[in-house]
């Protein structure tokens, strides 16, 4: 996979040498080149900023300077013309751009961004980036994305894609020494819970025992017990992953858990009693 990282703090992006990223471009599975968007200004100043248009605080990231750096990493012909119904081609790069204001960044994002060859970010700062430059790059047949990473406010894109990368890369296969840790996550799969709680040894911890049934060699049993106890929590912690559960999809021993837990069974999606 292809990354380019186009950032004003380029240097944000060193930790990405450490551990398994770092690995993972060392044997070659991520190409990472990361740059720095002033490369791309021509004046003295360097400014990538200016005025927000109709008056309010703060600064916006002016199109002229992203758009001489996007049209050299996206290939982008300066003439090219806008076309509002333009469709992505497959295998052309991804344009990402982190906006506290878009829809979330999910696994299902994250998942399908895995599959591409080629992803394009850019960093926004101050009080964000001109809204044309998504759409520009949009009429030009490029697929572009704009995600938040939650409900809270960062002063830049460089966290956000930071953490993108990171759920997008570790995807990949070969990415992660055991595959298998990826398939049993959390939000992975059509029928999302949250993950069951994880003991290792000693058994006896500080007068702490570890749950019996997990020591009690009965696969079946542990399999229920981890189940019941993840449905528990994720109906506690995240009632909205509950309700978005598909009920025919649910065994007789989930229904019967989650009505224990209080939830309504025979719709089509779960629904809390009471
Ligand atoms: Cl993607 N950017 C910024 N600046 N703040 C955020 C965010 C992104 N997602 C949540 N907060």
Redesign the pocket.
């Known amino acids: 996979m292809d990354i380019d990282i186009v950032s004003v703090f380029p240097e944000y992006f060193d930790v990405l040498n450490l551990s398994l990223f770092g690995k993972a471009m060392e044997r070659g599975l991520v190409t990472v080149r990361v740059h720095n968007l002033r490369d791309w200004t021509h004046d003295v100043h360097q400014s990538v900023d200016d005025t927000p248009v109709g008056g309010g605080a703060g600064m916006v990231m002016k199109p002229e300077v992203w758009a001489e750096c996007l049209d050299e990493l996206l290939d982008v012909p300066v003439d090219a013309p806008a076309d509002a119904d333009a469709a992505p081609s497959p295998g052309s790069p991804v344009l990402i751009f982190?906006?506290?204001s878009?829809p979330l960044?999910t696994q299902q994002c994250a998942t399908e961004l895995s599959h591409a060859e080629h992803l394009v970010f850019g960093c926004?700062r101050y009080e964000g980036y001109d809204a044309r430059i998504p759409q520009y790059y949009r009429e030009r047949g490029v697929d572009v994305r704009e995600?938040?990473?939650?409900?809270?406010?960062?002063?830049?894109?460089e966290?956000?894609v930071s953490v993108m990368l990171e759920a997008i890369t570790r995807l990949l296969p070969g990415f992660m020494g055991n595959a298998d840790s990826i398939v049993e996550e959390s939000y992975t799969g059509a029928n999302a819970l949250l993950e069951h709680s994880q003991y290792t040894k000693p058994a006896t911890w500080r007068g702490m025992a570890v749950p019996p049934v997990l020591i009690s060699g009965d696969h079946g049993k542990v399999d229920r017990f981890r189940r019941d106890e993840a449905l528990g929590k994720t109906s506690r912690l995240r009632p909205d992953l509950i309700a978005r559960l598909d009920c025919a999809a649910l065994g007789k021993a989930d229904r019967k858990t989650l009505m224990a837990l209080g939830w309504e069974v025979s719709g089509a999606h779960p629904r809390r009693l009471g």
């Open positions: 982190p906006n506290p878009a960044f926004g995600y938040s990473i939650g409900d809270y406010v960062l002063n830049g894109g966290v956000a």
